[in-house]
């Protein structure tokens, strides 16, 4: 007889434990719409039945997050974009976008060839204008799968990368490095496919280093481009 009762109380203990359990799970559930949609009412019912302590907890894990995924490179939350218009003094013809995309392969060949020396031979002036371009026609998903996956990209890194080298002569001036960077933040946002072997380059350690640059302008198109990479991958 003792057993037994035991035994029933045991059972009527467990069936108080989870009502009170289901009944502080209620609202828990329901948390993200309930407190910040409903007045204070709602939220003083729901702190008498949790506790200042809990209820505090719950309110600061109840956020309002947003469903959609927005760019990191050039986000107007992040840093003020520039505008972009298409330079006046390019040492060459430029082409827009729907052009690149419909001109023929050796066309084509012929006019990144132009692009490649400018940026790797031409005055600083004539390097940063040319980069500006490119970050111009590359917001179109067409160009910046083109041009990720080309020698350009390769040239880019190595003009980042001159800095390590500690020679004042190779190594590219901030105002060249904050539009080597920006272009690879525009690359990675609009690019759908980078091939496996550009990782190979050094894209991701020239990204690390440059976290570490003295300009705060410089240090934000390296997160941002990071970022982008980083969501790639992912």
Known sequence: A???????AAQDAALQAAASAQAAATPLQGQQAV???QGQATGSNLRSRLGAGLFARVRELATVSEPGVRPISRNPQIEEPEVLDMPSDLPFTPLKFEEVCSRPHADLEAFLTKVYRCIAQGSPEQKISTLKYLELICCHMQVADLVVNSSLLKLVVRMLHARRGGSPAAAASPALRARLLSLIGQLLRHACYLEPGE????LFDVLLEALQENDPAL???ASAALGEMLFYIA
Do not use: L, N
């Not at 003792?2 to 029933?8: C, D, G, K, L, V």
């Not at 990782?199 to 050094?202: A, M």
């Open 219 to 221: 240090r934000r198109r």
């Open 199 to 202: 990782s190979e380059h050094g």
């Open 2 to 8: 003792a057993a037994a009762a035991a035994a029933a």
């Open 35 to 37: 407190v910040p949609a």
